[in-house]
């Protein structure tokens, strides 16, 4: 919502996985009628979101597997981390895995990290079990 001036303000949604999902429903098949084949859809944790809709869209990541389309998630030092955590992005590591091993078993293709060893590790661990 808003631009990146402002989007920051007092975001509202009613529903915001169902409003997420529409307006990518409406983007992607924008995309294919513009010959844009190749789609990868991204939540845009905290951009124009609050902490608290961050978490309601990454609880309900696994509905976003409706649209049929990789799915990339970059959450990686972000405020919903450190703020709930009331720590620095510099200390947002543990929270930073945590979400993303949320991420990728609720069904995430692709992560946008800060820390490629660690959510490499994570990654890998996920695959073994």
Do not use: W
């Amino acid at each position: 919502l808003g631009t990146p001036r402002d989007m920051q303000k007092k975001p509202k949604y009613k529903n915001i996985v169902q409003e997420v999902l529409y307006y990518f429903s409406e983007k992607v098949q924008e995309a294919y009628t513009n010959g844009i084949n190749d789609v990868i859809i991204d939540p845009g944790f905290g951009f124009g979101k609050t902490l608290e809709k961050n978490y309601e869209l990454i609880n309900n990541l696994d509905l976003f597997q409706t649209l049929d389309l990789p799915l990339l998630v970059g959450i990686s030092r972000k405020s919903m981390i450190y703020k709930k955590l009331a720590i620095s992005p510099d200390e947002a590591i543990n929270g930073t895995t945590a979400l993303n091993t949320l991420a990728l078993t609720k069904g995430a293709h692709f992560l946008r990290v800060h820390d490629v060893k660690e959510a490499k590790e994570c990654a890998n661990l996920l695959q073994a079990l």
